[in-house]
């Protein structure tokens, strides 16, 4: 079985990797920990260090969040990717024949899902394959 895990850098999105782990829990399972670098291209000719440095960062993050997975039986594997996060995760999904993605959404309501979507939602609606969505943990209330 192979699973995609979309991870922005939160806590988040993190969460969905231990239940990832439990479903990779057999033998010949892998686990590919994608994440989308916020890349600017230009249309003028510009030097490449700005948009290098977003890509360096997403790879040392994935390298860090794969480095805490290591010693179990699924094999890791990561990537960057750029473009719109929830087109790139339907098309890495695509790209890499996983076979289901695992994820969270970050629980936006109202205007905060109005003004910023739901990365969680597109991918629901435009992947070709099962997809896992887990909700984040309820915060504690004051």
């Known amino acids: 079985m ?8 939160s806590q988040t ?10 479903l990779a829990g057999e033998a010949k399972s892998s686990i590919m920990l994608v994440t989308v670098a916020n890349i600017r291209v230009s249309q003028e000719p510009a030097p490449a260090e700005p948009a290098i440095a977003p890509v360096q960062d997403a790879h040392a993050y994935l390298e860090t969040a794969r480095s805490h997975l290591a010693g179990g039986s699924a094999q890791v594997a990561t990537a960057v990717w750029s473009g719109s996060p ?3 995760i339907v098309k890495a999904a695509q790209t890499y024949g996983v076979d289901t993605i695992v994820m969270t959404t970050h629980g936006r309501t109202g205007r905060q899902h109005d003004m910023f979507g739901s990365v969680a939602d597109a991918v629901l609606r435009n992947a070709p394959i099962p997809v896992l969505v ?4 309820p915060r504690p209330t004051s």
């Open 13 to 22: 999105a993190e969460a969905a990797i231990p239940v990832a782990l439990r």
């Open 134 to 137: 887990l909700r984040p943990h």
């Open 86 to 88: 929830a087109a790139a």
């Open 2 to 9: 192979k699973i995609l895990v979309p991870l922005d850098g």
